[in-house]
């Protein structure tokens, strides 16, 4: 086909994959819920090689997905309809660390670990962590305007974005990656670039901030009586403790599947509702100072196990990271992730089981997630191939003034209910972006944006 001949000569034609038994695995999220088919997988290996390759789409006016680590859980990076998966991961370079200016260019296809090695050899560190770490790549996390673990500190990705280095449907490229702190010359591209999960444009390079590298950090993991108790005691630790970097929330569901699925020991004797689990870091011990905030929560406190070597933290930290694995050994979830005021965060964790039991008979509800940021994941296993439960649960978050996507993006999963959040004029705003930076329509279209 003259297509994949032109893609050929832009990648050279051993980057071009047709082979379905391997373009397979582009063509399926993370969470097996998206399964759909690739004209093409493409590997270019630079923001020149990218450009090429759009351009020569954008002609032949063939849909591109653009494609990271495939660590998203919304169906926004996966091809459903025979488009072209343009894969980012081969943009694998980072630049030296600018160590004055605490700054780093990484290309699309870093991976978060990687990004963190580099930041710490420096002696820096990285304000986003996520579970999927060693997957998840810097283009896709800007494209998701990931949160992560820290944000309640450090913010989303979009607080880290500096400048970005990004190609136009049409092949253009803009860059702009100076990293000045003070730059206030015309529109936020790189604003707007971020989150609009590649739909707008296609990252190719960032220009990152780093944070300070704390050398003391401690974990402490607080079983409480009711999620109502976790929030109030997140809200009583982040007023006390400045050192507080991480606050999630778990229940006792969760916690027996992770525990059983992954063989981990129970982390206290008895059972209770609901467990908070808290990180602080700084560059002298916080352990004293956190201490002595939980002491102050009194008998909200049912027990607590604190940890401060690497191993111990890690192993506090596993029965909230290994949620997700954990809920994937039962089959397909439908992942509504989502946030509210903290206020409204206890009611809202109440009233979801009746809803899923009334949208999916039967189906199998796990929530947890970043308290500190008031969102909840709320994951439905057994919900069926339907989106009853997905229309039940974000009209809820709706009505309780929520988002119906807190760190996951729309991608495909959710366009359906955009208008939920976002006014017929906000919808109308964002499709006259998108006509302007792409005309054609080639970039990610079945993504974000609701059907017209
Ligand atoms: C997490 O925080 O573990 C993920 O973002 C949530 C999920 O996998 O649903
Ligand atoms: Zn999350």
Same mark, same amino acid.
């Given at each position: 086909m003259d297509l994949i001949r032109r893609l050929g000569a832009v990648v050279g034609p051993e980057h071009v994959l047709t082979d379905p038994a391997v373009t397979v695995s582009y063509?399926?999220?993370?969470?097996?819920?998206?399964?759909?088919?690739?004209?093409?997988? @493409?590997?270019?290996?630079?923001? %020149?090689?990218?450009?090429?390759?759009?351009?020569?789409? &954008?002609?032949?006016?063939?849909? @591109?997905?653009?494609?990271?680590?495939?660590?998203?859980?919304?169906?926004?990076?996966?091809?459903?309809?025979?488009?072209? @998966?343009? !894969?980012?991961?081969?943009?694998?370079?980072?630049?030296?660390?600018?160590?004055?200016? *605490?700054?780093?260019?990484?290309?699309?296809?870093?991976?978060?670990? *990687?990004?963190?090695?580099?930041?710490?050899?420096?002696?820096?560190?990285?304000?986003?962590?996520?579970?999927?770490?060693?997957?998840?790549?810097?283009?896709?996390?800007?494209?998701? &305007?990931?949160?992560? &673990?820290?944000?309640?500190?450090?913010?989303?990705?979009?607080?880290?974005?500096?400048?970005?280095?990004?190609?136009?449907?049409?092949?253009?490229? @803009? !860059?702009?990656?100076?990293?000045?702190?003070?730059?206030?010359?015309?529109?936020?591209?790189?604003?707007?670039?971020?989150?609009?999960?590649?739909?707008?444009?296609?990252?190719?390079?960032?220009?990152?901030?780093?944070?300070?590298?704390? %050398?003391?950090?401690?974990?402490?993991?607080?079983?409480?009586? !009711?999620?109502?108790?976790?929030?109030?005691?997140?809200? !009583?630790?982040?007023?006390?403790?400045?050192?507080?970097?991480?606050? %999630?929330?778990?229940?006792?569901?969760?916690?027996?599947?992770?525990?059983?699925?992954?063989?981990?020991?129970?982390?206290?004797?008895?059972?209770?509702?609901?467990?908070?689990?808290?990180?602080?870091?700084?560059?002298?011990?916080?352990e004293p100072e956190l201490a002595r905030a939980v002491g102050r929560l009194g008998p909200l406190v049912l027990d607590a196990a604190v940890a401060t070597e690497p191993a111990r933290r890690a192993a506090l930290w596993r029965y909230r990271e290994a949620h997700t694995e954990a809920i994937a050994t039962l089959g397909v979830a439908h992942k509504l992730d989502v946030a509210l005021a903290p206020g409204s965060l206890p009611a809202f964790v109440a009233e979801v089981p009746a809803v899923v039991a009334r949208a999916a008979p039967g189906a199998t509800t796990f929530l947890f997630g970043h308290v500190g940021d008031g969102n909840v994941h709320v994951n439905v296993v057994g919900a069926g191939d339907g989106d009853e439960v997905d229309a039940a649960v974000l009209g809820l978050v709706a009505d309780m003034g929520g988002s119906i996507s807190a760190e996951h993006g729309i991608g495909r999963a959710k366009r359906r209910w955009l208008h939920l959040n976002r006014s017929p004029v906000e919808i109308d705003v964002f499709a006259a972006i998108k006509r302007a930076l792409d005309p054609r329509g080639i970039l990610n279209p079945g993504v974000l944006l609701p059907p017209r």
């Open positions: 063509a399926v999220d993370w969470t097996g819920r998206f399964r759909g088919s690739a004209a093409a997988v @493409v590997r270019p290996r630079s923001t %020149e090689e990218v450009a090429g390759v759009l351009a020569v789409c &954008n002609e032949a006016e063939a849909a @591109v997905v653009p494609q990271g680590g495939n660590t998203g859980l919304v169906g926004g990076g996966v091809p459903l309809a025979g488009e072209i @998966v343009l !894969s980012l991961r081969r943009l694998d370079e980072i630049g030296p660390v600018d160590t004055l200016a *605490g700054q780093v260019t990484a290309g699309a296809g870093v991976t978060l670990a *990687g990004l963190q090695a580099r930041a710490a050899a420096a002696g820096w560190a990285f304000g986003v962590d996520l579970a999927a770490r060693d997957s998840a790549t810097v283009g896709g996390m800007v494209a998701t &305007n990931a949160g992560g &673990n820290r944000m309640m500190r450090y913010g989303p990705m979009r607080a880290q974005v500096l400048g970005v280095e990004a190609v136009l449907a049409d092949g253009r490229v @803009v !860059s702009h990656l100076g990293g000045l702190a003070k730059d206030n010359t015309g529109y936020d591209l790189a604003g707007l670039v971020t989150g609009s999960e590649g739909t707008l444009a296609v990252v190719t390079r960032v220009r990152l901030r780093l944070v300070p590298r704390f %050398e003391h950090r401690v974990v402490a993991l607080l079983a409480v009586g !009711s999620v109502a108790t976790a929030v109030e005691a997140t809200t !009583s630790l982040r007023r006390e403790v400045p050192s507080l970097e991480a606050a %999630e929330l778990f229940l006792a569901e969760g916690l027996a599947l992770v525990c059983r699925v992954f063989g981990l020991p129970r982390p206290f004797a008895a059972e209770h509702a609901a467990y908070l689990l808290v990180e602080c870091a700084d560059h002298r011990d916080p």
